[in-house]
């Protein structure tokens, strides 16, 4: 019975191991390791913007300095969104 | 089901070596069907290995005794929960935990991004099956938890008695689910330095594992502090014990990983320092499964010597120095895209906060490993205690306090001085207060340390206040939300910030919580006779009455006592300690249930301002001469009934058993009935709840902060950020 049972679980490890082997079509397209790359630079400089926003709101940041502050992470990420289709489009043509 | 047991171990480390082999081969020849079936590799092993567990979860439960960790571990008598969880009490189950965990995390952090880090994540399955490879040989061939007799005992040796404990149950779980998690950044920063793709992608990717790595290490270390400090007996919740140690530095570098790498998402800095300490976290993770297992360092909590020492000296090596050679491989790509603005910026802040971490971190290494460095060195191993850590931590401890009051106050970039004096005006004055109020109480400006903690930790309480208060205002200036409203959709929307701060407010409370209850404790060490007293603080301790129970599991001696203060009774308290019976059958017939392993019950009572702590230390010298006279008496009858018919020989052994049980009884019964002096560990310590009320908080902030963000909310924020800067762009 141990035996049978053993059996059992190798087929189904085998079985799930081995099935992207098996598989005929082609594997989803990877977006890209810079398109990636940028993707998680624009996810943080939004991120920064948000807690620059926050500190100002909570008076951490005076009008001037959230001012300038606001300003360079804009420009950062507008650098960052170009940067981003730049690549995107690179990469479809 | 010990036979299907041990297949699976083999299977399981057959799917590791062929995951490996499958996810490097993907990778260097660029073939995706294999980095996915490497990926399935760790799928079908965290299925394998459920498998596994659920086998020896089943001996336990059914006290199937053909297994020998279940009989090394667990008795009939053994209560069902215990049973439960005895099987990680054994090196054997406790490494067969570690694989399983291992793989429930790796599969878990394998689905999550099997669409994204394509470069790294075949680097990172290669390194987690090459844990789940070593730890499953180990379990395979080393300490095999399927290990079977094939005479069975008819009883088995029971579990621990000190392991008898909710907290130690949960304990190893906790801790082993924070040792395991930590292997994922681990893996996936070796795999970012092997492909160059340093960015904030795979920070991005694995942060949530190591604040969950984090909170659970976390939780392990509070969970054997309470231990330590209700079943111990000994009236600590801390002792530098080196095992303790090696859970807390990776928690330490982990906590400075988990603010070092807001500093590169932001800023994209400090990548050698990240890679460094998350490699250097995982490394301390191994170190810390390797210092309870190989017994090279004396501690209460380790599974004693074992074989186990070379192989993980082997691994450490090869973590060491592989970790080591790639950051200088890699120091090229690991160069910072800028530079600190500012030194008043919460970069800076966090900057000196990490330095001070890995100067702790250090401390401890350098102390727990000394009886080893000297004996290299000089060939005698050198013990040293709490003492000698404390004059380097306490000082590191206050200034961590500090920054983590200061942290919240400062802005990323830049700020002002105008700022900064509107930003610390209420917390420097809580923190002044505090002092002005401590230092009119007596006694406690006579340490400076325990006074400098308390102003601090206020300062600390008064930021984190001020900053949620500003937050709420904030909030309901755009929303007009009322309040309470305001605070939870406050941290709903900001998790990482305000649980980042709840937690620093905890760990203000914690430490509060230590300084006082080290610096302030009364204890006392007394012998007393049922009807004397003893005064500790003020509290008027009586021994009202002895008590004693003999059952088959244990014989407790105890004693009832009255606490009183200015004549009005506070609380009576029972402590005992219980006596367990040894298996070996040399220490007497009746001597054995007095000679086996022993445990405290802690007569405690917690309040908010002040713990009374009692235990009791009965002395048993003056019934060893009974016990010694019923081990004779009952060797001989034993011997005489042995030579009998067998029939007659097991009923008259049987009758035997039954007098040898109210031997013991009555042995017992003589605590009661002519009860003699018993030592008495008395302690009054102050603010020990905030200790667990502070972990608490600790643990809540943890996680708010590891919470998800619900895919919508994000999305909407991330399209209204977007939208913004369209517009700007057009």
Request: net charge positive; hydrophobic share 50%.
């Amino acid at each position: 019975m141990d035996f049978v049972i053993v059996l059992a679980i190798l087929a189904a490890v085998v079985y799930v191991v081995s099935a992207p082997l098996r598989r005929t079509g082609e594997a989803a397209p990877s977006p890209g390791a810079e398109i990636a790359d940028l993707e998680a630079a624009r996810e943080a400089k939004y991120r920064e913007i948000r807690d620059a926003e926050l500190d100002h709101r909570t008076g951490k940041l005076s009008d001037d300095d959230f001012e300038a502050i606001d300003r360079s992470l804009r420009a950062e990420a507008i650098e960052i969104l170009q940067a981003l289709d730049g690549a995107k489009a690179e990469r479809a043509g | 089901m010990a036979l299907v047991g041990r297949a699976l171990l083999i299977l399981g480390l057959g799917v590791s070596v062929y995951g490996i082999g499958a996810s490097l081969y993907g990778a260097l020849q660029g073939g995706q069907r294999w980095v996915d079936s490497g990926r399935r590799a760790v799928y079908a092993l965290a299925g394998v290995m459920t498998l596994a567990f659920v086998i020896l979860e089943a001996a336990f439960l059914r006290s199937d005794f053909s297994f020998n960790v279940v009989a090394g571990h667990s008795s009939t008598t053994t209560p069902t929960f215990y049973k439960a969880t005895a099987a990680w009490s054994s090196q054997e189950g406790s490494l067969l935990l570690w694989v399983w965990l291992l793989s429930l995390w790796s599969s878990l952090i394998l689905f999550l991004t099997r669409r994204k880090v394509r470069e790294i994540a075949p680097y990172a399955t290669a390194v987690l099956l090459g844990f789940a490879t070593f730890f499953g040989s180990l379990t395979a061939f080393f300490a095999n938890p399927f290990a079977t007799t094939a005479n069975p005992p008819s009883e088995g040796a029971g579990l621990n008695p000190l392991l008898r404990h909710a907290s130690m149950m949960f304990h190893p779980p906790m801790l082993y689910s924070g040792y395991t998690l930590l292997a994922i950044p681990f893996a996936f920063a070796i795999g970012a330095l092997i492909t160059r793709r340093l960015n904030s992608e795979w920070i991005q990717v694995t942060r949530r594992f190591a604040l969950a790595a984090w909170l659970f290490l976390g939780i392990g270390i509070l969970l054997g502090a309470r231990w330590s400090y209700t079943e111990l007996g000994w009236g600590g919740y801390w002792a530098w014990d080196p095992v303790e140690n090696a859970a807390l530095m990776p928690w330490l570098c982990c906590t400075a990983f988990i603010h070092s790498i807001m500093i590169q998402e932001k800023r994209g800095m400090l990548k050698v320092w990240n890679a460094s300490l998350i490699l250097a976290s995982g490394t301390l993770a191994v170190l810390g499964t390797f210092l309870v297992r190989s017994g090279i360092l004396d501690s209460i909590h380790a599974f004693g010597a074992s074989t186990l020492g070379v192989p993980f000296v082997i691994l450490l090596g090869v973590m060491v120095t592989g970790s080591v050679a790639l950051i200088i491989w890699r120091r090229a790509d690991l160069r910072s895209d800028s530079q600190l603005d500012s030194l008043l910026s919460r970069e800076a802040v966090f900057l000196f906060q990490n330095l001070v971490l890995v100067g702790m971190t250090f401390v401890i290494f350098w102390v727990t490993f000394f009886p080893l460095i000297s004996e290299a060195l000089t060939g005698t191993k050198v013990s040293v205690g709490p003492p000698a850590f404390r004059p380097f931590i306490v000082p590191l401890a206050l200034v961590l306090v500090l920054l983590s009051g200061v942290g919240p106050l400062i802005a990323w970039r830049r700020v002002t001085a105008a700022n900064l004096r509107r930003s610390f005006a209420f917390p420097v004055a809580a923190g002044l207060v505090a002092l002005v109020v401590l230092l009119l109480v007596g006694g406690v400006s006579k340490r400076p340390f325990a006074l400098a903690m308390f102003c601090l930790g206020t300062f600390v309480i008064a930021s984190v206040g001020q900053e949620l208060w500003r937050g709420v205002r904030a909030r309901r200036a755009m929303t007009r939300d009322p309040v309470p409203r305001a605070f939870l959709q406050l941290i709903r929307r900001n998790r990482r910030r305000y649980g980042g701060y709840i937690v620093h407010a905890g760990l203000a409370v914690l430490l509060i919580g230590v300084a006082a209850s080290s610096s302030f404790q009364h204890s006392h060490d007394v012998v007393l006779r049922p009807g004397q007293q003893a005064v500790v603080d003020g509290y008027r301790i009586t021994y009202v009455r002895p008590i004693a129970r003999a059952t088959a599991e244990k014989i407790s001696f105890g004693a009832v006592l009255d606490v009183a203060k200015g004549g009005r009774h506070v609380q009576t308290l029972t402590t005992t300690r219980g006596f367990y019976p040894a298996q070996d059958p040399t220490l007497g017939v009746v001597g054995r249930f007095f000679n086996g392993e022993e445990e405290s019950q802690v007569g405690l009572r917690a309040g908010l301002t002040k713990d009374i702590w009692t235990v009791i230390s009965p002395d048993l010298t003056p019934i060893q001469p009974l016990i010694n006279q019923g081990d004779q008496v009952f060797l001989k009858a034993m011997s005489a009934a042995a030579a009998l018919p067998p029939a007659q020989a097991r009923a008259q052994i049987t009758n035997l058993f039954a007098a040898r049980d109210a031997a013991i009884g009555a042995l017992a019964d003589r605590w009661v009935r002519h009860p003699w002096a018993a030592e008495f560990l008395l302690i009054v310590s102050p603010l020990v709840t905030w200790i667990w009320l502070g972990a608490i908080v600790i643990a809540i902030g943890g996680l708010i902060a590891l919470w998800p963000v619900p895919v919508l909310a994000r999305r909407r924020a991330t399209s209204a950020y977007a939208a913004r800067l369209a517009r700007e762009l057009a």
